[in-house]
């Protein structure tokens, strides 16, 4: 069955200081990996897909970076706006079609 | 805003009762998927349908269904509930079996 583990649970930076978060996954024939960020009480935002080891994707202040068994998203010169829970996922091969989320790491940035 | 809708936002019910959430997916995306979220919890894996097809199935209870219409859009329906199904319910959509999921704002759902 596939697995998804993130750390840490919970992250808090001051504005400006840089970080990456974790994910760890175990999976038959990766299809994806996918980074989300969501906010209380909201829907998930979807961020970036990964497909292959190697493979990095960047959008403003995140970089999102995949190997064979982990990725990170790396977080640059942060700012409260960025404070949010981080979610990652799998998708698997086969014909199994199941998305596969961690538990997140919650995010904090203090101004 | 994602493209996916879901209806109603809000649903408050009673213990033992039955209620039916809608989702409509993106404009294209042939695959829909259901997950529940309570709090403190991560998202719940409940079921995956791609062209009206039921393809992956999570850990959704006997008393918990759903379907995916010809027109794609999708319900689940929830009966007997009880306290704890009180939760967040999500629907995402795909376009394909590999693509990104988009998600909707979910419907909350409070048994009392």
């Known amino acids: 069955e596939d697995q998804v583990t993130q750390s840490p649970e919970a992250l808090r930076l001051q504005e400006g200081e840089s970080s990456s978060l974790n994910c760890s996954y175990t999976v038959s024939g990766l299809r994806g990996l996918f980074w989300y960020r969501q906010d209380p009480g909201k829907g998930p935002e979807f961020l970036f897909t990964?497909?292959?080891a190697g493979e990095e994707k960047e959008k403003e202040r995140l970089k999102a970076t995949l190997t064979k068994k982990e990725s990170f998203l790396h977080i640059t010169a942060p700012k409260p706006e960025d404070s949010a829970t981080y979610l990652c996922a799998v998708k698997g091969g086969g014909s199994n079609y199941k998305l596969t989320f961690g538990k997140g790491t919650l995010l904090t940035v203090n101004p | 805003d994602s493209g996916v809708t879901q209806t109603p936002k809000h649903l408050i019910t009673a213990t033992g009762q039955r209620v039916t959430l809608r989702c409509s997916p993106r404009?294209?995306?042939?695959?829909v998927y259901w997950y529940q979220q309570s709090l403190d919890q991560g998202l719940q894996f409940l079921i995956q349908?791609?062209?009206?097809?039921?393809?992956a199935k999570g850990n959704i209870l006997e008393r918990f269904s759903a379907q995916q219409f010809p027109d794609l859009h999708s319900e689940l329906n929830l009966s007997s509930l009880e306290l704890g199904d009180s939760a967040l319910y999500f629907c995402?959509?795909?376009?394909?079996?590999?693509?990104?999921?988009?998600f909707g704002q979910g419907t909350r759902l409070t048994v009392v």
């Open positions: 349908y791609y062209n009206g097809e039921e393809r």
């Open positions: 990964l497909y292959s």
């Open positions: 404009s294209g995306d042939l695959s």
């Open positions: 995402a959509s795909s376009e394909s079996a590999g693509s990104e999921a988009f």
